[in-house]
């Protein structure tokens, strides 16, 4: 079952979902054994902070906020994200999505001389700061990362073309030279479709993480919207307009047609807090019916590359779509 909404609870048809986005893909060589965890998300993000803020940080100040250049240096925006306290009633947000997120390769043990990589998504303004985030990466390979603080040299930056191809954009010692970020333009709506969840999917409700038997469309749709929304308000100069209201209630109205689902934990360190912490979450597939699914598809669709959930920017909450 499914509402319908009218034109004017939609985005406008001329300008939906605008957030221009690029994925890239650094490509390092080992130049001794690096040991990685079993999903890298959380220490690749952990070595690209502390190195993009020993880039940029000119003051030294012990803590940004109370800094002058606050809402003005690189490192904050990137890593902390403070809202703008010009963005109305989304000054209630303590920090605003970040206009990045991290797609590990594979962990464990890479040997010395073998391939590793990290794609790189940066969302709308962020992509004005790739020379910053590639230098950070760059320096952050160098110094070491995982368990022994494993070398990495930076050998080659490739960027995905909208065909889905990866065209190279960057070696050392050459420019770089990335094509401009694209909007994700969705194909029509399929009759039927699965969405496969690539890495563990962390969905709240009323306090508590949703496991498999709880799953709900809704949930998903709720959380991907307010992602989306803020990443748009945050990040471009075209916020979504939408009745987001309106919309959230009729994702509750979807139903799938079958969950397999499962879940995955993992535990990750946390460096800040000197804990392990669980981060656990969904996998699986989840079959929907097309009809009915119209007025949400523009955002399933760009979720692809956004994630969902809690921890996306680590890279969790990853899925991909397979249409009948």
Same mark, same amino acid.
């Given at each position: 079952?499914?509402?319908? /909404?009218?034109?004017?609870?939609?985005?406008?048809?001329?300008?939906?979902?605008? *957030?221009?986005? +690029?994925?890239?893909?650094?490509?390092?060589?080992?130049?001794?054994?690096?040991?990685?965890? +079993?999903?890298?998300?959380?220490?690749?993000?952990?070595?690209?902070?502390? +190195?993009? !803020?020993? =880039?940029?940080?000119?003051?030294?100040?012990?803590?940004?906020?109370?800094?002058?250049?606050?809402?003005?240096?690189?490192?904050?925006?990137?890593?902390?994200?403070?809202? &703008?306290?010009?963005?109305?009633?989304?000054? !209630?947000?303590?920090?605003?999505?970040?206009?990045?997120?991290?797609?590990?390769?594979?962990?464990?043990?890479?040997?010395?001389?073998?391939?590793?990589?990290?794609?790189?998504?940066?969302?709308?303004?962020?992509?004005?700061?790739?020379?910053?985030? *590639?230098?950070?990466?760059?320096?952050?390979?160098?110094?070491?990362?995982?368990?022994?603080?494993?070398?990495?040299?930076?050998? #080659?930056? %490739?960027?995905?073309?909208?065909?889905?191809?990866?065209?190279?954009?960057?070696?050392?010692?050459? $420019?770089?030279?990335? +094509?401009?970020?694209?909007?994700?333009?969705?194909?029509?709506?399929?009759?039927?479709?699965? =969405?496969? /969840?690539?890495?563990? =999917?962390? @969905?709240?409700?009323?306090? !508590?993480?949703?496991?498999? &038997?709880?799953?709900?469309?809704?949930?998903?749709?709720?959380?991907?919207?307010?992602?989306?929304?803020?990443?748009?308000?945050?990040? %471009?100069?075209?916020?979504?307009?939408?009745?987001?209201?309106? /919309?959230?209630?009729?994702?509750?109205?979807? #139903?799938?047609?079958? $969950?397999?689902?499962?879940?995955?934990?993992?535990?990750?360190?946390?460096?800040?807090?000197? %804990?392990?912490?669980?981060?656990?979450?969904?996998?699986?597939?989840?079959?929907?019916?097309?009809?009915?699914?119209?007025?949400?598809?523009?955002?399933?669709? @760009?979720? #692809?590359?956004?994630?969902?959930? !809690?921890?996306?920017?680590?890279?969790?909450?990853?899925?991909?779509?397979?249409?009948?």
């Amino acid at each position: 079952m499914s509402a319908v /909404l009218t034109d004017a609870q939609l985005p406008a048809a001329n300008s939906p979902l605008r *957030l221009p986005l +690029a994925l890239y893909r650094l490509h390092f060589i080992a130049q001794e054994a690096v040991r990685l965890p +079993a999903y890298a998300g959380s220490a690749w993000r952990g070595v690209f902070g502390r +190195a993009l !803020k020993r =880039l940029v940080c000119v003051t030294r100040e012990p803590a940004c906020p109370a800094c002058l250049l606050y809402r003005s240096c690189v490192y904050p925006y990137l890593f902390e994200t403070p809202p &703008d306290p010009a963005a109305g009633k989304l000054r !209630k947000y303590p920090a605003a999505p970040h206009p990045y997120l991290l797609r590990p390769g594979p962990g464990g043990t890479h040997a010395a001389g073998a391939t590793v990589q990290v794609d790189v998504a940066l969302f709308g303004h962020g992509n004005r700061h790739l020379p910053y985030v *590639l230098h950070a990466f760059d320096q952050a390979g160098r110094r070491g990362v995982g368990q022994g603080d494993g070398r990495l040299e930076l050998a #080659q930056v %490739t960027q995905q073309t909208t065909d889905g191809d990866w065209r190279s954009i960057y070696r050392p010692g050459e $420019a770089l030279q990335p +094509a401009p970020p694209t909007v994700p333009e969705p194909p029509s709506c399929p009759v039927r479709l699965a =969405l496969v /969840l690539e890495t563990p =999917l962390r @969905l709240r409700q009323a306090e !508590k993480l949703l496991g498999p &038997d709880a799953f709900q469309f809704g949930a998903l749709f709720s959380n991907l919207l307010r992602r989306i929304s803020l990443l748009t308000t945050f990040h %471009t100069d075209a916020p979504l307009a939408a009745d987001f209201a309106e /919309l959230s209630r009729a994702g509750w109205t979807i #139903q799938h047609r079958a $969950a397999r689902l499962r879940w995955h934990e993992w535990v990750r360190y946390s460096s800040r807090q000197d %804990t392990l912490l669980q981060m656990g979450g969904l996998v699986g597939e989840i079959e929907l019916d097309g009809v009915g699914l119209e007025p949400f598809w523009p955002y399933l669709w @760009l979720g #692809q590359w956004t994630h969902a959930g !809690k921890g996306a920017v680590m890279g969790l909450g990853q899925y991909r779509l397979v249409m009948a």
